[in-house]
Structures are given as C-alpha cells and as structure tokens.
C-alpha cells in the first residue's frame, strides 16, 4: 500500500496543484479504512472552503478590489469557523462508535453461555473472611 507521502509526491511531480494532493490525501487515508467515507467528504470540501479563499482572495487582490490583511484576516474567519466544524464531526463519529460498541457489548452480554450447569449441581455456601483461605493464613486487609 502506498503512503500518504508517495501519493502526494505522485501529485506534486505530474503537475498537481493543492486540489489534487489534497484528494491524493483523502484517497490515502479512505484506502487505509483510517476514516469513513462521510468524514473524508466533509474534510475535502473543508480544504477546499480554504484552497477556495486563498484562490479567489489571490484573483482579488491582482485586480487591486483587496489588499492582502483583508484576504488573512478573511482566512482567519474561515480557519475559525472550520475548526469548531472538524471537533463536531469527529465527536459525532465517536458516538457513533461508542454507541456501536456498547451494542455490540450489550448483544455480548445477552447471549446464553455454551456451558451450562449440570441438573445435579449444588450451589456453593457462602462464604465469609473467617472461613475463606487466604495465603499463608494471614487475614485480607481492607
């Protein structure tokens, strides 16, 4: 399997722009069954909310409509409006994990085990500390 390293290079050298490493990103990480599908497409149009702003601030300010703190300061806005976004999906993809563990432990639990007891067996007595064998004979501190 390729790394994420290789693919991205393979983009770089034939010419790519940050488009096309940002998918050879997303391709690595969907191969290597890291994320699901829905996070990889919601990372990609994230990377591409900004490759977008960068691009078009770019084409603004060769027009002179916007000087370059304006096109940072609008970058910021983005970066702080992507990041509360990115914490939400990836904490709505814990739950959905969780979730499906715990019904996963929950069917575990349900099941009947394979050994039963024989009809004949008898029940143990209670025990208590003073009946109970302890090493070398020395009482349990609690």
Same mark, same amino acid.
């Given at each position: 399997?390729? +790394?994420?390293?290789?693919?991205?290079?393979?983009? !770089?050298?034939?010419?790519?722009?940050?488009?096309? #490493?940002?998918?050879?990103?997303?391709?690595?990480?969907?191969?290597?069954?890291?994320?699901?599908? +829905?996070?990889?497409?919601?990372?990609?149009? @994230?990377?591409?909310?900004?490759?977008?702003?960068?691009?078009?601030?770019?084409?603004?300010?060769?027009?002179?409509?916007?000087?370059?703190?304006? @096109?940072?300061?609008?970058?910021?806005?983005?970066?702080?409006?992507?990041?509360? #976004?990115? $914490?939400? !999906?990836?904490?709505?993809?814990?739950?959905?994990?969780?979730?499906?563990?715990?019904?996963?432990?929950?069917?575990?639990?349900?099941?009947?085990?394979?050994? $039963? +007891?024989?009809?004949?067996? #008898?029940?143990?007595?209670?025990?208590?500390? $003073?009946?109970?064998?302890?090493?070398?004979?020395?009482?349990?501190?609690?």
């Amino acid at each position: 399997m390729a +790394d994420l390293k290789q693919l991205a290079g393979q983009a !770089a050298h034939q010419g790519a722009g940050p488009i096309a #490493v940002i998918v050879a990103e997303i391709q690595f990480l969907h191969m290597a069954e890291q994320i699901p599908t +829905d996070v990889c497409v919601m990372e990609f149009f @994230l990377s591409i909310l900004s490759v977008a702003v960068i691009a078009a601030g770019g084409v603004l300010i060769m027009r002179g409509e916007l000087n370059t703190v304006d @096109l940072i300061t609008f970058s910021l806005y983005i970066t702080t409006f992507v990041n509360p #976004v990115r $914490k939400l !999906a990836n904490f709505s993809e814990l739950l959905a994990n969780g979730t499906a563990g715990f019904s996963r432990f929950l069917e575990l639990m349900r099941t009947e085990p394979a050994m $039963k +007891d024989a009809p004949d067996a #008898v029940e143990p007595e209670r025990m208590d500390r $003073k009946n109970s064998i302890t090493p070398l004979n020395r009482p349990i501190a609690l």
